[in-house]
């Protein structure tokens, strides 16, 4: 029979903001145990819209191909949102930018 691991870690924001997720993901990587980075994509510019629920990426590529697809769809429904200032912003867990995505049009 396989080892128990319980981790009690307390919900919301702790020192220096870091959220419970984060916490859990450090938890997890000082365990041993490699947790799915999580990774957010927020367009930014003329509208602002941020990502508060993020998204499983295996890897900053992958969040890259993730946060073209978002740019693509993006700016195939508002394709007057297709200009320079407005792009995605891809952040890690601890809110780092990793990438900046500008938005474009399938139509274009």
Known sequence: MGAILEIRIPLGKGRRGASTIGRLSNVLSFAGLSPIP???????????AHDLIGHECENDKD????????????????????????????????????LRIPL????A
């Open 63 to 98: 969040a890259e191909r993730h946060g073209k697809l978002l740019a693509r769809d993006v700016g195939t429904d508002k394709p007057d949102m297709v200009r320079e200032g407005n792009y995605i912003s891809v952040t890690d867990e601890n809110g780092a930018e990793r």
């Open 104 to 107: 474009r049009s399938m139509s």
């Open 38 to 48: 999580r990774y957010y994509f927020h367009v930014l510019g003329d509208v602002p």
